[in-house]
């Protein structure tokens, strides 16, 4: 199983990026994909999340400005990041998650975002 994100990199405030997570090795279609964020001496948080249905939910310091989608045939998620402010600085990670009886659970290795001027 592979979770490859890209789209990273240097923006200004108020700038956008779009960040992409290609899977492999997964049924990407029944998977929830979730985006999180840790920065330095912070505790990773939860960005945006789209289940399996296509029902999305939001972090609150992102609703408004950050938008998560996915294309399952592309096995790919993305995450349209506008208004980008310096506190949203971090390393993005991609997360897969499935459950019957068992959780299925996998990481990207993550992209970094940094927001300054």
């Not at 001496?41 to 999305?56: D, F, H, W």
């Not at 993005?92 to 299925?104: E, F, G, K, L, Q």
């Amino acid at each position: 199983v592979q979770l490859v994100e890209s789209g990273g990199g240097l923006v200004q405030p108020g700038g956008s990026l779009r960040l992409s997570c290609a899977a492999s090795g997964i049924i990407f279609s029944i998977y929830s994909i979730a985006w999180y964020r840790q920065a330095p001496g912070v505790q990773r948080e939860l960005v945006a999340v789209i289940n399996s249905g296509g029902s999305t939910d939001y972090g609150e310091t992102v609703k408004g400005r950050f938008t998560i989608s996915r294309d399952n045939a592309k096995n790919t998620a993305f995450l349209q990041m506008n208004d980008l402010k310096p506190e949203d600085t971090a390393v993005y990670y991609c997360n897969a998650y499935y459950t019957d009886y068992v959780i299925y659970k996998y990481w990207g290795q993550g992209t970094q975002v940094t927001v300054d001027s």
